[in-house]
């Protein structure tokens, strides 16, 4: 090799000032020539050497987005929002799988009975996915990230609603699909939805009283009551439960709203059930 990197040259590189066309010679010279490199890095900035590979170990530290991340973030969610929510539990393929599998069995179980009758077990499982959901969503027993949604720079009521939006977005969207699934029940498949908003409203209005586990298990426990209560009664297959006339309809969407409205007035406790968690 009869010609080699002038020394100007050379810190003119190290400082990132050389410009084309005698860059490109040096960077193609400099991949083939031992001495060159040799000699570029006696005339280089050792701190900036030093602060380059920082960088580089910090860029490839970082945990490359994952799908569902990297289309919140497309759609203008923060990095950090988007970070939380795509590391929400109920967001991964073993939830979903396990939602799928029980509206597959509520569906299965509303086409065995007749087109006169209340699909009463789907109806019964299906307002019981999204308080559950929710439940799986928030909190230290349950969250494997919730230190990171704890040090998060939101406030601990707006990260629950957050969370709480896209799992009533995903699980309800499955519901629904399972109800299109039951075309000889018409609207009637659809009696399941005021009452999980009313159970989803209620155990989040419960959580700062009785934590995020308790609370979920009392309301799924007091629902699966009043189904029995209401089962027990009715005139026949053809009658539906309580819970599915229009005055049962009527009282969830009343409880719905009372309970949104005792969680808006309980939105600071959730801060303090952060604190007591750490």
Do not use: K
């Amino acid at each position: 090799m009869t010609w080699h990197v002038p020394e100007d040259e050379l810190r003119a590189y190290a400082r990132g000032e050389l410009a084309a066309p005698a860059l490109w010679s040096a960077d193609a010279h400099l991949a083939a020539c031992d001495r060159c490199r040799g000699a570029l890095a006696g005339v280089g900035d050792p701190a900036a050497l030093d602060a380059g590979w920082e960088r580089l170990d910090a860029e490839l530290d970082v945990p490359r987005p994952g799908l569902l991340e990297g289309l919140l973030v497309r759609f203008g969610v923060a990095g950090h929002t988007a970070r939380l929510l795509a590391a929400t539990p109920v967001l991964r393929r073993s939830w979903l799988g396990a939602v799928v599998a029980v509206l597959l069995l509520g569906v299965g179980a509303g086409h065995t009975v007749g087109g006169g009758e209340f699909p009463t077990p789907f109806l019964a499982l299906a307002p019981l996915l999204p308080l559950a959901g929710v439940a799986l969503s928030y909190g230290p027993a349950l969250d494997p990230t919730y230190e990171m949604a704890v040090v998060a720079p939101l406030h601990g009521f707006r990260l629950l609603m957050i969370r709480t939006v896209a799992v009533l977005t995903v699980v309800l969207g499955l519901n629904l699909l399972a109800s299109l699934a039951l075309p000889a029940h018409g609207l009637r498949a659809l009696a399941w939805l005021l009452p999980a908003l009313a159970l989803t409203a209620t155990g989040l209005a419960l959580t700062p009283r009785f934590g995020p586990v308790l609370a979920p298990s009392l309301v799924g426990g007091a629902w699966i009551a009043l189904l029995v209560t209401a089962d027990a009664v009715r005139a026949g297959g053809d009658v539906p439960p309580a819970p599915f006339t229009p005055a049962g309809q009527g009282v969830a969407a009343a409880v719905a709203v009372l309970a949104a409205g005792l969680l808006y007035l309980l939105r600071d406790r959730f801060d303090l059930l952060q604190g007591r968690a750490v």
